[in-house]
């Protein structure tokens, strides 16, 4: 019976099979090669189902990253201040294929704060974002110096030695671009930023184009929705991990690390006492964001389609090789060892040599990801759930109703939510 089974399946996937290479080569005569947008989506997916049946006869490979694995892909990690960014760029920074930047827009955001009478202005956060996608849409081309229109002080012969958090990026602290020490104990990052003086733009350039995907980390650019217009580009391949965190989280990380923009909070904090400055806009407006991109993201729109996943700090931090492996696989792409070797070793452990750098990833993750709820008075959080509530409740984050609640993590607050990449 069930051997009666098998052979009929088999027949019935060889002849699809037959099909699909005669339909194929038919439209393969028609469309020689697959353009971009929306002929190319199509193109894309008619790729694609060719897989269901071999995936019966090869039952060994994994059906999806067969296709793709040679296609560029320009990864976007779109997040937030201290919403666990760092560490999900970790999974691309350690991938050897992978051209990862750690939030480039950095320098562009300098010049404008700095170069405008009234930063902000309705006109000026146009220029901004365009300024910022220019940025986006070359480095992801492997033009790197672009950046130089923003580099202070002006890079001469292509060289900088201000690049921001150059460290921050394996590929740029490798050789042909810098000759590490092995030896001393200290993390990647700090060993860079001390012994890799400068920078050659040009040659970085060139780098880029020997690494087969880039992978670029951004917190300054608020809403998905400014993202479309790469998105829709059919010379980009772009894919947008869209991270979030709980706003509560958010605010007690930001309270401890930005102190002097988080004063009146902290004031708030160590007083029990509201103080009149207190800005309700820092957080309310993280929550707007969170959660219209989260909107537009899942409500599917067409120039999303294959391009979108949204990933929660919590379960990342919670299972993150088991969430590293899901994003891997909306890539199409394989976890490579060595970002598995670096996830075992920071993210059981000990708070390892880089635990007190502002923007260490290295720790025990499942613990950092709730420990807010140690750190900030009921009245705070009350606040925050507030002004939040709709952002929590659209991304799974239970409210405490009493400080009894809030206190006792041993019962999260972080509901059991699957997002599915919109594939
Ligand atoms: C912006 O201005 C400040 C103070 O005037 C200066 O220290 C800083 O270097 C400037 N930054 C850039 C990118 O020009
Ligand atoms: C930077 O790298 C480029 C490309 O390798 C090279 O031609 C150029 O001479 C380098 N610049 C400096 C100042 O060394
Ligand atoms: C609030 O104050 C307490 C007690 O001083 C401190 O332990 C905690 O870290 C503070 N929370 C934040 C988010 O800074
Ligand atoms: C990490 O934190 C979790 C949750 O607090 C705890 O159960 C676990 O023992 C910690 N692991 C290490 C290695 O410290
Ligand atoms: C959030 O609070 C506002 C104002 O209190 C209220 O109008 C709104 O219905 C609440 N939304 C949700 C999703 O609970």
């Known amino acids: 019976m069930e051997c009666s089974w098998k052979t009929i399946l ?23 090669h697959c353009p971009g947008t929306e002929t190319g989506t199509h193109c894309h997916s008619q790729r694609r189902g060719s897989s269901g049946c071999s ?48 939030e480039p827009l950095y320098h562009v955001q300098q010049v404008f704060a700095n170069s405008s009478a ?20 070359n480095l992801y081309h492997c033009n790197v110096n672009f950046v130089e229109n923003y580099v202070r002080p002006a890079p001469r012969e292509h060289e900088t030695a201000a690049f921001f958090r150059r460290g921050a990026s394996n590929a740029l602290c490798e050789p042909p671009l810098c000759h590490l020490d092995r030896d001393s104990g200290e993390a990647t990052e700090q060993r860079c930023a001390k012994q890799c003086k400068v920078l050659n733009l040009t040659l970085a350039s060139q780098v880029c184009q020997t690494h087969s995907h880039v992978a670029i980390k951004i917190v300054r650019i608020p809403e998905i929705q400014e993202l479309r217009p790469l998105s829709e580009d059919p010379r980009l391949n772009l894919k947008i991990i869209h991270l979030v965190r709980d ?15 988080y004063r009146a909070w902290n004031i708030w904090n160590a007083t029990g ?29 067409a120039w999303l389609r294959g391009r979108y996943m949204l990933v929660r700090y919590e379960d990342l931090a919670r299972a993150p090789l088991w969430k590293a492996a899901q994003i891997y696989h909306f890539l199409g792409l394989e976890l490579d060892p060595q970002v598995k070797r ?6 059981q452990g000990p708070r390892g040599p880089a635990g007190n750098h502002k923007y260490a990833t290295s720790r025990n993750s499942s613990a950092t990801a709730e420990s807010w709820r140690l750190n900030l008075p009921f009245h705070i959080v009350q606040t925050v759930q507030h002004l939040c509530n709709h952002t929590l409740l659209q991304l799974g984050y ?17 509901q059991s939510r699957t997002f599915l990449p919109f594939l």
């Open 342 to 347: 670096w996830m075992a070793q920071n993210t």
């Open 55 to 102: 995936g019966i006869f090869h039952p060994q490979r994994e059906p999806p990253s067969q296709d793709q694995r040679q296609e560029r892909q320009h990864i976007l990690i779109l997040a937030t201040t201290r919403s666990g960014s760092s560490f999900l760029g970790q999974l691309f920074n350690q991938h050897p294929a992978m051209f990862y930047l750690f």
């Open 398 to 414: 239970r409210p405490a109703r009493s400080l009894q609640q809030l206190r006792d993590v041993s019962h999260t607050l972080v």
């Open 118 to 137: 009234r930063p902000g202005g309705v006109g000026d956060r146009r220029a901004l974002l365009g300024a910022h996608r220019d940025l986006l849409s």
């Open 247 to 261: 706003p509560r989280g958010i605010l007690a990380s930001r309270m401890a690390t930005f102190t002097d923009h």
């Open 273 to 301: 006492r509201k103080p009149r400055g207190v800005d309700l806009s820092q957080i309310a407006s993280t929550c707007a964001d969170l959660s219209g991109s989260a909107g537009t993201g899942l409500s599917k729109p």
């Open 10 to 32: 088999l027949l019935v996937c060889a002849s699809l099979g037959i099909q699909y290479t005669a339909i194929r080569s038919l439209t393969a005569t028609i469309t020689s």
